[in-house]
């Protein structure tokens, strides 16, 4: 194999697709401090982050409508060059991208620099790549949400919906409350406007108001396409007065630890 001369910011680079790099970037700094913060083998980081990313991800990767394959593509092989810069390896992950690096060439989608240079990034992504030493930054945490959206998040095959009930600190993290509703496919503003809230069983065996501060839910549109706005500024509030009081204001938590959240909350 030839020396690999190119960097993971030059091939990120020649994706043409800034906003897409940064925001996979962020997801995994933000994933990868978490690992890091817990566990020092490599292998068991990516066990812990991997599962989270896709989930998030693969709301691009194995969507329908209409996402455009070019755009399945290009996400593929960011996140192969990002986990590789992030001293991981997936070989199933590293295939794809393989492949699909070589349908954007076929359908013409990037720069002539990005043909000229495919063997040299496929050789960067089959490479042995090093484990970071020190934890990475997190990102920054904004939010271009509002209060009095109500949005989507989609986990695996279902769409759960919430309500944003206030925004805390200076655009930092959208304060949500769940809908008490678990749908096959994005829902409309009529599926979910009769629906109540949902709560949060405590140990006294009742379940209580629960609103949630998410960390990290930042892009409008988000990029992933695992967030979506339903609608905005309307009187859609769940109510809440079936369930026992709130303990506390509000739990703290980020994009990634909300999915193990719902999981509980719904299953």
Request: net charge neutral.
């Amino acid at each position: 194999m030839k020396n690999i001369i190119m960097t993971h910011q030059q091939i990120l680079d020649k994706l043409a697709a800034k906003h897409l790099v940064k925001s996979i970037d962020e997801d995994l700094a933000r994933l990868t401090f978490t690992a890091m913060c817990y566990e020092k083998d490599v292998e068991k980081q990516l066990s812990y982050l991997l599962p989270k990313l896709m989930n998030r991800w693969n709301c691009v990767l194995l969507g329908t409508g209409d996402i455009p394959n070019s755009y399945k593509q290009i996400t593929i092989v960011a996140l192969s060059v990002l986990l590789h810069k992030y001293g991981f390896q997936v070989d199933a992950i590293n295939k794809t991208a393989i492949n699909a690096i070589d349908l954007l060439n076929k359908g013409v989608v990037l720069s002539d620099d990005f043909f000229r240079k495919s063997e040299e990034i496929k050789q960067l992504i089959l490479s042995q790549p090093t484990p970071l030493k020190r934890k990475p930054a997190v990102p920054d945490i904004i939010t271009f949400y509002r209060k009095g959206d109500v949005i989507s998040i989609q986990l695996e095959n279902h769409y759960y919906v919430a309500y944003i009930h206030e925004i805390s600190g200076a655009n930092e993290s959208p304060i949500l409350e769940f809908y008490d509703g678990k749908f096959n496919k994005l829902p409309t503003v009529s599926e979910i406007e009769s629906l109540p809230a949902k709560g949060q069983m405590y140990n006294d065996g009742k379940e209580h108001i629960s609103h949630f501060s998410v960390d990290g839910i930042k892009n409008q549109p988000d990029l992933a396409e695992q967030f979506q706005l339903i609608s905005t500024n309307i009187a859609l509030k769940p109510s809440n007065k079936h369930l026992q009081k709130s303990i506390g204001l509000y739990e703290e938590t980020d994009l990634f630890e909300i999915q193990d959240t719902i999981k509980n909350l719904f299953k």
